[in-house]
């Protein structure tokens, strides 16, 4: 029989081997409550660690890349479905993959609460008629659309590790109370802050793509232009660079059938609202700022826009923003040239770079095209638009882009 100091010499040294095993492979889980601590941690370390805190894993490498781009869709994929419970303890029901419609397209949960029938601002108004119109493509890693427990639509959004980046701290700047009441400020609203692990989620009012349906009228496209350029002019002023302006990144308060493009009547100045959102490419600089003296030498995709590339790497981003604005707003305004000549040399000042010159300021283009508006007869802005696009000079008509609706 061994003796009893033998025994216990070896279940301490068993206990400790054991402690010293599991504290090395355990990453405690950082959360407010003790519970959720304890449940997430064991939850995190017996899935093996499914949320990346590697903020690169949130965003693809090369969205070229087939193989690649489904190996980081399966990472995303898996912390997102790894959070839902997460997320529903806080009134958030992630949306869900439907049988037969494929990994990445995204319908509201049936489990979940019902759309809300009538939701009021900031969230969008609500024109589509069942849950099967509302699909979400699940393209970015870092959201992913849900319904809130009074069925509203909004989109959850990673912004930011451990340490602030800098789409949080735009973020901040852009929701505080003095900022979220100027009506110049037509940037997404920041509802609800989501912390996981020290990555922060932002929760986010839905809103689909701002360009995706018809101009009725020429008052409708100049409503648009003054919206989106008043935006980037109050960003600018809070010395916040959005640096990424695509159709992608803009939103309109309407939910209409997401299958569906061109539909009418969706557009009405009196009631519609635009938004500018997504700023993980974002700069944002101390108040005191001088815009003039800024200069920035990261990648900027000139060729996606369509536009001259400069040939120094070393630019102005608040201009950048500018050229960005003109190039991807004259596509889808230009074409009313015929009607309002001035809107030609409009686009023309605010699409120069930095080797032929340099484009307007948010300010002075703001200024510019509502002194076009103000010289506009109300016959003139009320007049039916039956174009559709514009691209290097040549316009196409909604007849080469008529209505599409979904076949269900």
């Excluded at 504290?23 to 409550?33: E, K, M, P, T, Y």
């Excluded at 849900?146 to 602030?164: I, N, Q």
């Excluded at 700023?279 to 001088?290: A, D, G």
């Excluded at 010289?375 to 007049?383: D, V, Y």
């Amino acid at each position: 029989m061994l003796p009893a100091n033998f025994v216990l010499t070896s279940m301490a040294l068993a206990t400790a081997s054991v402690i010293l095993y599991v504290r090395r492979r355990v990453r405690i889980i950082r959360l407010d409550s003790f519970y959720e601590r304890l449940l997430w941690t064991f939850r995190s370390w017996r899935a093996g660690y499914p949320v990346p805190l590697d903020l690169d894993q949130w965003s693809l490498t090369d969205p070229a890349n087939g193989d690649l781009y489904f190996k980081e869709s399966r990472v995303a994929l898996r912390a997102w479905k790894f959070l839902e419970p997460f997320f529903a303890a806080r009134g958030y029901i992630l949306y869900h993959n439907q049988p037969g419609a494929g990994v990445f397209c995204l319908l509201p949960n049936p489990a979940g609460p019902k759309g809300h029938p009538s939701p009021s601002y900031p969230y969008a108004s609500r024109v589509y008629k069942d849950d099967a119109e509302v699909e979400f493509s699940f393209g970015s890693l870092s959201a992913w659309p849900a319904r809130d427990s009074e069925g509203r639509e909004v989109v959850l959004k990673m912004v930011s590790g451990r340490t602030p980046s800098n789409e949080l701290k735009v973020l901040q700047r852009l929701n505080t109370p003095k900022a979220r009441a100027d009506p110049r400020n037509h940037t997404i609203h920041a509802l609800d802050y989501v912390i996981f692990d020290g990555m922060v989620f932002v929760v986010m009012p839905r809103w689909p793509q701002a360009f995706r349906h018809d101009f009725g009228k020429v008052a409708e496209l100049f409503h648009f232009t003054e919206i989106i350029i008043e935006a980037f002019d109050f960003m600018h002023e809070n010395r916040i660079a959005h640096c990424d302006f695509l159709e992608q990144n803009t939103g309109i308060d309407v939910i209409a059938d997401l299958e569906a493009t061109y539909l009418e009547g969706l557009r009405d100045p009196s009631v519609t609202r635009y938004t500018i959102y997504d700023f993980n490419y974002s700069l944002i600089y101390p108040l005191e700022t001088i815009l003039e003296d800024v200069r920035d030498t990261r990648f900027y995709h000139w060729g996606l826009r369509r536009l001259h590339t400069p040939t120094d790497p070393s630019v102005n981003p608040f201009e950048v923003d500018m050229a960005y604005v003109g190039g991807l707003l004259q596509r889808y305004v230009r074409h009313i040239e015929n009607l309002v000549p001035e809107i030609g040399p409009f686009f023309d000042s605010l699409t120069v770079t930095s080797d032929t010159g340099k484009p307007l300021t948010a300010r002075q283009a703001l200024q510019r095209i509502r002194d076009i508006k103000a010289g506009m007869s109300t016959e003139l802005l009320n007049t039916a638009v039956t174009t559709r696009y514009w691209r290097d000079g040549v316009v196409q008509t909604k007849l080469e882009y008529p209505i599409r609706l979904p076949r269900r």
